[in-house]
């Protein structure tokens, strides 16, 4: 198992045999490894939706100003290698190799079959072993799922953010906020700074409550915006300010340990796939992940405020994993479009083309077109609207990750994307 396409063949074969949830595995494999957790700071990142742009901007600001940064996320959109990265480069396949080698001829000592650890339990700790022996100033690390039970949840960080609470993967982080601010919360520790960001009512006082019982101080978003003006960032949408607001305010709560000078790469934030604007020949593309009703909310106003700017609805390319995500986002995109192709990223639980037609309301006079991402895309092409058209594609990360796969000519891991 010496090059990427043996390494990404092994580690998927992990996920083929399905997610596993709880922290008893991931503590014994991180043990058997010397727990490089610890010989690292890092920041630890949850919530339902802005987790992954919080860490992109952290990671910015913090690069910006002279340290050496880790930044840990997940999914990846093209190239296993993207999910670990120093100073906003990938691992090289190289590295990633040699740390999946050693890594398994441990986890064959450490562990049976029956308790062998998960694909997410290891790229976690090939993370984590990379970051520590190259010394990394501070880490940025983004939760997978949850908090709780999260393989990430190993860490003793500086300070854990919470950046929002909605309802997702209720089935398996249940499906009530309280309980799902429960999983959330499960990263708070000790004698550990907290931040959250805008909450329901019910998800703040949750969390003040666990902060409180662990002697932990309790920042909120809503006090600093008392006091603070949103800041600006280039990833449009009011939520990106406050996403913008968030991470300059941890930058603030950790100022003794990591001094900065100021947060203005705020404004050269890195980050696929939010919004994210393209130029092919003279059509305009855009791409969202909007993959939850919280999404929904966000991607409304960036389409309002696009319609009124321009004066012109969009296309719309879309495809969606799961029904009840589905439900949500049908409704919303058949308001703000006339042409609506309808795609099936290649994902066990993609919806059907024919499935997101049923969810469109019967009010809304829009056109469906039943497509495929291949006949949409080229390299550097999109193959529908004319010259001065607005292309929106919208919903899965999975499907923006297809997309741009086309559209840059890149080659996608040996062995395809990760299937969830």
């Known amino acids: 198992m010496h090059d990427l396409n043996s390494v990404t063949e092994f580690l998927y074969s992990l996920r083929n045999r399905g997610s596993k949830y709880g922290l008893e595995r991931m503590q014994q494999f991180a043990k058997a490894i010397e727990n490089p957790e610890n010989r690292f700071p890092s920041i630890h990142v949850a919530g339902t939706n802005g987790k992954?742009?919080?860490?992109?901007?952290l990671e910015s600001i913090y690069r910006s100003n002279g340290y050496k940064t880790g930044l840990f996320t997940s999914p990846h959109l093209i190239r296993l290698n993207e999910r670990i990265q120093i100073d906003r480069v990938p691992?090289?396949?190289?590295?990633?190799?040699?740390?999946?080698?050693?890594?398994?001829?441990?986890?064959?000592?450490?562990?049976?079959?029956?308790?062998?650890?998960?694909?997410?339990?290891?790229?976690?700790?090939?993370?984590?072993?990379?970051?520590?022996?190259?010394?990394?100033?501070?880490?940025?690390?983004?939760?997978?799922?949850?908090?709780?039970?999260?393989?990430?949840?190993?860490?003793?960080?500086?300070?854990?953010i919470i950046t929002s609470i909605g309802k997702d993967h209720t089935d398996i982080l249940g499906d009530t906020i309280e309980a799902i601010t429960r999983e959330k919360a499960g990263i708070i520790k000790p004698n550990t700074p907290v931040l959250i960001g805008k909450l329901p009512q019910v998800s703040q006082a949750m969390i003040k409550e666990k902060a409180h019982d662990l002697g932990s101080e309790c920042y909120t978003l809503e006090s600093y915006t008392k006091t603070h003006p949103l800041p600006t960032t280039n990833l449009d949408g009011t939520y990106q300010k406050q996403n913008?607001?968030?991470?300059?305010?941890?930058?603030?709560?950790?100022?003794?340990?990591?001094?900065?000078?100021?947060?203005?790469?705020?404004?050269?934030?890195?980050?696929?796939?939010?919004?994210?604007?393209?130029?092919?020949?003279?059509?305009?593309?855009?791409?969202?992940?909007t993959h939850n009703s919280e999404a929904c909310l966000q991607l409304k106003e960036n389409l309002i405020k696009h319609i009124t700017e321009s004066g012109k609805k969009p296309i719309i390319i879309t495809g969606i994993l799961g029904n009840e995500r589905a439900r949500d986002i049908m409704p919303l995109l058949s308001k703000y479009t006339e042409t609506l192709y309808l795609v099936e990223p290649k994902q066990p639980r993609s919806c059907s083309a024919e499935t997101l037609a049923s969810m469109i309301p019967k009010s809304q006079p829009v056109q469906t077109i039943a497509s495929e991402?291949?006949?949409?895309?080229?390299?550097?092409?999109?193959?529908?609207?004319?010259?001065?058209?607005?292309?929106?594609?919208?919903?899965?990360?999975?499907?923006?990750?297809?997309?741009?796969?086309?559209l840059e000519g890149q080659t996608k891991d040996p062995v395809g994307q990760d299937l969830i």
Request: some cysteine; overall charge negative.
């Open 244 to 289: 913008a607001a968030l991470a300059s305010y941890a930058t603030g709560i950790l100022t003794q340990r990591f001094p900065i000078q100021d947060t203005r790469a705020l404004n050269q934030v890195e980050w696929k796939g939010r919004w994210q604007k393209l130029t092919l020949e003279k059509q305009t593309l855009i791409l969202d992940s």
């Open 52 to 57: 992954g742009s919080v860490c992109a901007m």
């Open 373 to 406: 991402i291949e006949v949409l895309f080229s390299k550097g092409r999109c193959h529908i609207g004319k010259e001065t058209d607005t292309i929106l594609i919208t919903g899965s990360i999975y499907l923006i990750a297809e997309v741009l796969t086309i």
């Open 91 to 160: 691992i090289s396949d190289q590295d990633l190799a040699t740390f999946a080698n050693a890594l398994r001829n441990q986890c064959n000592q450490q562990f049976d079959s029956n308790n062998y650890p998960s694909f997410f339990e290891f790229m976690v700790a090939i993370a984590f072993k990379h970051f520590a022996e190259e010394a990394v100033d501070i880490a940025i690390i983004e939760t997978g799922l949850g908090g709780r039970l999260d393989a990430t949840n190993i860490l003793n960080p500086e300070l854990s």
